[in-house]
Structures are given as C-alpha cells and as structure tokens.
C-alpha cells in the first residue's frame, strides 16, 4: 500500500488535482514546499492517518524526494495534458502511474489515482465530499458536536453522525411498537370505563368533562385530522390520530383518583399498582421520541437505559409482546458497533 503521494507535472493541474484528492478525502493533506517536509513532522502526521501530497514539477526534484530516505511508500505520478511537456523526461522509471488529463476532470483524475495507489480504505468520492461539507449540508450548530466528540475528524464525524441516524430508526421501531400497544391498551381501559359507568356515547366525548382542556383538545384536532383524511369518523380513527403526549398524560397525577383506578388494568404484568411506575419511563421515552422526531442527536442519552423501560413496559402490558419485540430489536446490535465511545455506555 501506498501512503504518500508526489504529482510532477504543470502547478496549474497539480493544484487542482491536489485538491480534489482533498476533496475526496480530509486525510490528504498538502505540503506546499518540498523542504517543508521533515521526518519528525511527517512521522507524526502519519500517525495520525494523514496522506501526504508534494506538488513537484521537475523530474529531479522527484528523483530527490524519493531518494531522501522518508518513512513512506510513496506513488510517483505524472501528470500531462495537451500542449504541456511530459515531465517523465529521460528518468520514466522515476514514476509509478502516467496520466495524460486531457478530457479528464480533475475529479475523475482524482479517483484514478486513489485506484491505483491501493491506498487503504479511503472513502468514497462522495462520501469524501459530504464529509467536508458536513457542516453547511446538515448545519454547523448540529454538525459540530459530532466533530468534536471526534477530535475533528471529518470522516469519523460523517460515519458517528450515519450511526445515530440508523440507530435512531431502530429505536423508532421499537418505539412504535410501544405505542400503538400502549395506546390501545388505554383505550380499551377507558372504553371499558365509559360503558361501565353506563355513559353515552363515546369516552372520547368526555360528557363530565373529566379530561383538561388540552386533552380535549387534542381529541378536537384529531377529529379534524379525520375529517380532513376524508376517512370514516370513528373512535378508532381518532385514536389513530392522538399522539403519544395524549397518552403520556393521561398517566399523569391530575387523573390519580378518577382515572388512573381502572388504567391501572392497563398493565396487569407491573409489579405494583403506583401510577408513577408507568408514567415515570413514559415521561423519558416521551422525550426520546421528541428526539427522534426532530432527528436530534441521540447518542448523548442512556439508550441502553432506555431500550430496557421500553420493553419493561411492553412487559407491563403483555409478556409474549415484549419477548417478539426484543427479538426484533437492532438497538443492542448497534450500541455495541457504535463508532465511537458514548458518553452512556
């Protein structure tokens, strides 16, 4: 393999090439002048994965460079195009790959010579690209933080930040599962308790105004949201359209005495009858999902932790669920390929 690079040819298309090597990938890195390059620098820049390139346009200062006796393999290229010199002169063995450029733009001249090199694993051109532009394409304020957890190194932070993406739908997996389990479950309970109290109508009317006025609207909104899908008007539509902060609160103390008695049923696998058993994960998966929702960061949280209360309250409500659910689960998988260390392990 191949882990230094020298281009001889006119500055004008070594530049451009140089640069498009950088381009691809943040590990290239150019040094502008031959004599800028000593051992304990270039030692210490290798350590750190970095690709030298030396822009060079006379075959003897080649011939100098690779007889210099530098702690790399380096790839000799010469570069050409219409109407310039080919620089390869009376020393051709001087150099390993000859490429006339005529006709090739200075990324495809680029992808050419990382081929040949062999140099290991570098990126995609794309990759190498969107790496560096990371910043501006998903913004500097949601950017930077990968970049720092990654010493700055851009190819790290693009691959931690692909990490959070993929495990951020495993998690959504899981947690829609949880949901719609745990909408249903309330539900029934609160069907169940309308009908034993012999009320008419439906719970969602709400005839003793026993919900707050912001879960009432919310059962407003999403009746609307029906109405608007042009889908039948049905109580079972209108759950469909209740989010999960509909549900987180009515978990909450306000419904302690009135509610939470015949919710209780909802969970007949916990281990006492404490409302705050329920509601106290639910307020954290709750948040999670704001999260995700807003595609946020998520490595910063205890998804381990979280991971666990979820299937503890798929328990809660049925065994034989949470047992499916967990075989189905990528989260564990993904935590323990994560690429970088978490700060909640």
């Known amino acids: 393999m191949r882990n230094a690079l020298v281009l001889c040819g006119p500055p004008a298309s070594s530049k451009l090439v140089a640069h498009a090597l950088s381009d691809t990938d943040s590990r290239f890195v150019q040094f502008r002048r031959l004599d800028a390059i000593d051992r304990p620098s270039l030692v210490e820049q290798l350590a750190h994965g970095v690709i030298p390139i030396v822009q060079l346009d006379e075959a003897e200062r080649v011939r100098v460079l690779l007889s210099a006796g530098l702690p790399v ?64 394409l998903f913004g500097r304020p949601r950017f930077i933080g990968y970049l720092q957890h990654c010493g700055g190194n851009e190819p ?83 759950i469909a359209e209740l989010g999960f902060g509909f549900w987180r609160y009515l978990l909450a103390r306000r419904y302690s005495s009135n509610l939470w008695p015949d919710l209780a049923g ?36 205890p998804l381990r932790e979280l991971h666990a209360e979820m299937l503890v309250l798929l328990a809660y409500m049925d065994e034989d669920l949470r047992s499916w659910v967990a075989d189905q689960s990528r989260v564990i998988e993904l935590l323990r390929s994560c690429p970088q260390p978490l700060p909640n392990p």
Request: charged content about 25%.
């Open 266 to 301: 909802a969970f007949p696998n916990a281990p006492d009858r404490a409302r705050e058993t329920v509601e106290l994960p639910v307020i954290q998966i709750h948040h999670l999902r704001n999260r995700l929702a807003h595609h946020e960061r998520i490595w910063t949280v």
């Open 73 to 136: 393999t380096w790839l000799a290229v010469c570069l050409w195009g219409a109407g310039e010199v080919d620089l390869r002169g009376a020393e051709p063995e001087l150099f390993d790959l000859s490429l006339n450029t005529v006709g090739l733009s200075p990324d495809v001249v680029a992808a050419l010579v990382v081929q040949t090199a062999g140099l290991e694993q570098l990126p995609s051109l794309s990759a190498g690209v969107v790496s560096r532009r990371a910043r501006r």
């Open 156 to 238: 790290a932070a693009l691959e931690f930040y692909r990490w959070n993406s993929t495990t951020s739908a495993a998690m959504w997996e899981l947690l829609g599962y949880l949901e719609i389990a745990l909408r249903n479950a309330l539900a029934a309970r609160m069907s169940d308790r309308h009908r034993r109290k012999r009320r008419q109508g439906s719970w969602l009317d709400d005839p003793l105004n026993e919900l707050d006025a912001n879960s009432r609207a919310d059962i407003r909104k999403a009746r609307e949201r029906v109405v608007r899908k042009s889908k039948p008007a049905s109580d079972g539509q209108t």
